[in-house]
């Protein structure tokens, strides 16, 4: 009988999937579902949309045309409840999918920013296209922006604002630059091309309290105590798994869900790729979080053969 594959996502770990299943199965039913309206789009572009290098149009790799050449089922929807027993995924709105090998590809989300006033008005992350279009919205040349966090994400929306002609503060709780990755050369060389782009750095400081007017972002203050006039506040303060749908159906989940070399994870036909698996490092023989495009496009491709039946 054909084999019916369902794919929990839309990111690249999903699409690499999609693409290494049809690869090896070209009779098998595939149905992908996200909750995503934009579908299949470049997370990492989204820098480029921010400083204005890439329109937006160019964040969609795939044409109508690679859709239709896939033959895949794509559902709006979102899955909220798996019964691996039984083999069926519900969505939101009560339908039942049934399925005979499942990949779980939901990435990952911002850390929340848990300070007082997080809540107002021109407070961003940077998810998703929706994300950064809200920005893009409050992002007035001439203003003034507060951006925090320690890694690519945060450096990423500095330079993008920077570029659309705001005064950017940038927040850091370290010394300098993503020291758990970078040396102190390294570090130094960001941090120059950053003052070069006229962001200003604060080190070894946190945002204590987003200060509001009219429920509109007003500026900050530091923990240290200094105050900061902005219109817009961004962070970039991590990621973690979105791991609830696996923890509902029992998988073995640490901060990610647990995979082995094969992108299995511990019930039988069930996968996970992408930002959300945790993945053996074959160094260590640890289970360690990657949440780079390649790696994940790596891990859909070897999740989506294994799935056909390729180990």
């Not at 934009?38 to 989204?46: A, D, F, I, K």
């Not at 950017?168 to 091309?193: F, G, K």
């Not at 105050?227 to 159906?249: D, S």
Request: proline content about 3%.
């Amino acid at each position: 009988m054909m084999t019916r594959y369902v794919l929990i996502g839309m990111g690249v770990a999903a699409i690499s999937a999609l693409e290494s299943i049809r690869s090896v199965d070209d009779q098998g039913e595939i149905l992908v579902i996200s909750d995503d309206p934009y579908g299949y789009y470049s997370r990492p572009g989204l820098a480029y949309y921010l400083t204005g290098e890439l329109e937006e149009q160019l964040l969609f790799p795939y044409q109508k045309e690679d859709f239709l050449r896939l033959r895949a089922r794509f559902i709006r929807g979102q899955v909220v409840k798996v019964y691996p027993e039984e083999k069926q995924a519900a969505l939101e709105d009560g339908t039942f999918i049934r399925y005979d090998k499942l990949l779980i590809a939901t990435g990952a989300q911002a850390v929340p920013l848990r300070i007082p006033g997080a809540d107002l008005h021109g407070v961003h992350k940077l998810d998703h296209l929706t994300d950064a279009r809200a920005m893009l919205g409050n992002a007035r040349r001439g203003g003034t922006a507060i951006v925090t966090g320690g890694g690519i994400t945060a450096v990423e929306i500095a330079e993008g604002l920077a570029a659309r002609g705001m005064k950017v503060h940038y927040v850091m709780r370290s010394h300098r630059y993503w020291p758990s990755v970078l040396d102190e050369a390294e570090s130094e060389i960001v941090e120059s091309l950053l003052a070069r782009e006229n962001i200003q750095i604060y080190r070894k400081s946190e945002l204590a309290e987003i200060v509001g007017r009219n429920g509109r972002v007003a500026g900050a203050r530091l923990a240290d105590g200094r105050t900061l006039r902005a219109e817009l506040i961004a962070f970039a303060i991590g990621v973690t798994p979105r791991i609830a749908l696996a923890q509902q159906m029992g998988l073995r989940c640490e901060r990610g869900i647990l995979v082995n070399e094969c992108m299995e994870t511990s019930l039988a036909d069930i996968y996970a790729a992408g930002d959300v698996a945790q993945v053996i490092d074959p160094a260590s023989g640890k289970h360690l979080l990657d949440s780079l495009w390649g790696p994940a496009l790596e891990q859909g491709r070897t999740a989506g053969l294994n799935m056909a039946g390729r180990k």
